[in-house]
């Protein structure tokens, strides 16, 4: 029985990628408001009600690659070490993602992922729901980091808010003609400066 739940688990996963990469294949080639959810099925091959049981709305079909950053900050801050504060672990964890030149750091100068940048932040209807999808990371991360009061909810949204604000800057270098081994030092420098002044201004 658990053979025949992953495979069901397997082949949904390959549905949702399959779905999201055509759907951002052809947002690239034609941009975002002249691709209509039914192109996106009819060349996916599944039906409309089907796309919409994997991806609730069409904006959705972009930001499944955010999907699994939602929690990570939470989930980072409740798997560090002992000993390690929360504002520690997130800039290791931050840290590290810019070392691996990952696309969310802003820190790549892969010519897909400065082609999905592009697509995300010139086309305000994605902008708008990767806003709401940081208030969903925010709330996560007021939970792990004490159970989401309200201080808690200020420290998350100042700590997402600088890492969005390095991630922008990062892509806005490359984006202008920097190549990602230029911006790397700065980047590194700007992000321990950054949780720094997070760690003197919240009881961490």
């Known amino acids: ?43 996916a091959e599944v039906s409309k009600p089907t796309l919409f049981r994997y991806f609730p709305a069409k904006e959705d079909l972009v930001l499944h690659r955010f999907a699994d950053h939602r929690e990570e900050a939470a989930r980072v801050v409740a798997g560090r070490p002992d000993g390690v504060g929360p504002l520690e672990a997130l800039h290791r964890h931050f840290t590290g993602g810019l070392l691996r030149r990952d696309p969310v750091t802003g820190l790549s100068d892969d010519p897909d992922v400065l082609a999905f940048h592009r697509l995300l932040y010139g086309t305000p209807a994605l902008v708008a729901r990767l806003y709401a999808y940081q208030r969903e990371s925010e709330a996560a991360l007021a939970g792990a980091l004490g159970g989401g009061g309200v201080q808690d909810r200020i420290a998350a949204g100042q700590i997402v808010a600088v890492q969005r604000i390095l991630a922008e800057e990062n892509w806005r270098r490359i984006e202008a003609g920097e190549t990602a081994g230029a911006v790397e030092p700065d980047a590194l420098a700007a992000a321990g400066l950054a949780f720094r002044r997070l760690a003197e201004g919240l009881p961490l």
């Open 1 to 43: 029985m658990s053979g025949e739940t992953g495979l069901r688990e397997r082949k949904k996963q390959r549905t949702y990628r399959t779905i999201s990469e055509t759907a951002i294949a052809l947002f690239l080639e034609r941009g975002f408001d002249r691709v209509s959810v039914a192109e996106v099925a009819a060349a």
